[in-house]
């Protein structure tokens, strides 16, 4: 059974510092790997996908870097906002089932 | 587009109650997904369809039904209401591309409390 873990549970940085999230996963035999960001009390929403074929993807100030042989997937948010702070979740997809972590509460501090 | 819409965002039951959840979509999505998500628990997958006539059961099925009839609506029925239930609910929906699913689409939730 596919379990994702994603740790720090919890993460403060004061603003401008990059942040470096960690998602990691037991069964390499994924389609693809999904970072979501979720606000308080709102849904969920889409930050970057990679392909199981990719090794990372670009969005603005966002990187997310995958390699399926270890199991793992990083989360690098450059020059970290206020705004940024929320919690942010990856999922990964196993023959279309989506299994999620519980997610980085991030707080980005003035 | 107005995306994935759920309703009703809040609901309080009884236990023993059935219910239904609403989803909807307007982007032509194959797949459509039901999570709960319950404080440091992660979301867990409920149930999922690839396509109108074809559901599959995910983590933790006990208590919900789905149908999927057409490809914009799929509704999550909960048969007799437990206080294990409650829980925030939420849709998705996303392409389905062959072997697995594209970037997903999340409603709003819905919040639910069995007392």
């Known amino acids: 059974k596919q379990e994702v873990t994603q740790i720090p549970a919890a993460l403060s940085v004061p603003e401008g510092e990059n942040l470096v999230l960690n998602c990691s996963f037991t069964d390499s035999a994924i389609y693809n790997l999904q970072w979501f960001r979720q606000d308080p009390g709102k849904g969920l929403t889409s930050l970057l996908l990679i392909q199981s074929s990719q090794r990372e993807q670009t969005s603005g100030r966002l990187n997310a870097s995958l390699d399926k042989s270890s199991g793992r997937s990083t989360l690098y948010i450059a020059a970290s906002q206020p705004g940024d702070s929320a919690t942010y979740l990856c999922?990964?997809?196993?023959?279309?089932?989506?299994?999620f972590g519980a997610g980085t509460q991030v707080v980005v501090t003035p | 587009n107005a995306g994935v819409t759920q309703t009703p965002k809040f609901q309080v039951l009884k236990t023993g109650q059935s219910m239904t959840l609403q989803c909807a979509q307007d982007?032509?999505?194959?797949?459509m997904s039901w999570y709960r998500q319950d404080p440091g628990m992660g979301l867990r997958l409920i149930h999922y369809s690839v396509g109108a006539g074809i559901t599959d059961q995910g983590e933790v099925p006990n208590g919900y039904n789905v149908s999927r009839s057409t490809t914009e609506d799929f509704p999550l029925r909960l048969l007799s209401a437990a206080p294990s239930q409650t829980s925030v609910y939420f849709c998705?929906?996303?392409?389905?591309?062959?072997?697995?699913?594209?970037?997903?689409?999340f409603g709003p939730g819905t919040r639910l409390t069995v007392t």
């Open positions: 999922a990964v997809d196993s023959w279309g089932k989506l299994q």
């Open positions: 998705a929906s996303s392409l389905y591309l062959g072997t697995g699913s594209g970037e997903q689409y």
């Open positions: 982007m032509n999505h194959e797949y």
